[in-house]
């Protein structure tokens, strides 16, 4: 029986993938996890700012999750829904290659229109150095925003940088991730390399032979 990842049922295979580092079935639990919390603990914050394109994945099945448990597990059955303003940022931190260029942060935020005097979400993909959810962060609050919290689909701890770090501890920033992210360079589920293998249903490592062209892996 094949130990890959499954979808519907299905064992689904990437010849380009050497191992899943979280497959369908990990995810879809995470996403549950998730939504409780955002249900839960974040109620007020009423603006989700996915950040594109790598978090649209996760961010589409992660806010249509918060909209199914709200449903379910509100207290207050007579509540009004309070639906959440979705609104992308773009920002650059991976450039063609695999390595954070988090120096070079390019943020368009959604505006101060849409975030002023509201507690706001960052929907992340991964969290690697930081220093692009610290960017975005800054110019949300510069536009306004009350609160930020940021959640992402995977953190890698190992190369935080120090000054976001401090950034996220003085803003007292809300953070959760659905997993742990090994020091290596991962795809699928919105993650990409050179802007291929985000419609892979899984979280995986790319085979060495992929990145030949840069003169082996990272």
């Known amino acids: 029986m094949s130990s890959g990842p499954r979808v519907a049922g299905r064992p689904v295979e990437d010849p380009d993938v050497a191992s899943v580092v979280c497959d369908a079935e990990m995810i879809e639990g995470a996403l549950e996890t998730l939504a409780v919390l955002i249900v839960s603990q974040l109620k007020d914050f009423s603006v ?14 992660l806010t249509r999750q918060c909209y199914v448990t709200q449903r379910v597990v509100r207290d207050d059955v007579v509540r009004t829904y309070a639906r959440p303003v979705i609104a992308c940022a773009t920002c650059a931190s991976y450039g063609d290659g695999t390595s954070s260029e988090g120096a070079k942060v390019d943020v368009r935020a959604p505006g101060a229109e849409v975030v002023r005097g509201r507690k706001v979400v960052i929907l992340e993909d991964i969290i690697d150095s930081g220093r692009t959810a610290m960017a975005l962060a800054k110019v949300l609050y510069e536009q306004g925003a009350e609160e930020v919290a940021l959640i992402a689909l995977m953190d890698k701890r190992e190369r935080r940088d120090p000054e976001a770090t401090k950034y996220f501890e003085e ?46 892996e990272k």
């Open 48 to 61: 989700f700012v996915p950040v594109a394109t790598g978090a649209m994945t996760f961010a589409s099945d």
């Open 171 to 216: 803003k007292n920033m809300k953070i959760a991730c659905a997993f742990l992210c090994p020091d290596e360079f991962v795809v699928g589920y919105g993650l990409d390399y050179q802007g291929k293998y985000r419609d892979l249903p899984f979280v995986g490592i790319l085979k060495p032979e992929i990145f030949a062209g840069e003169g082996g």
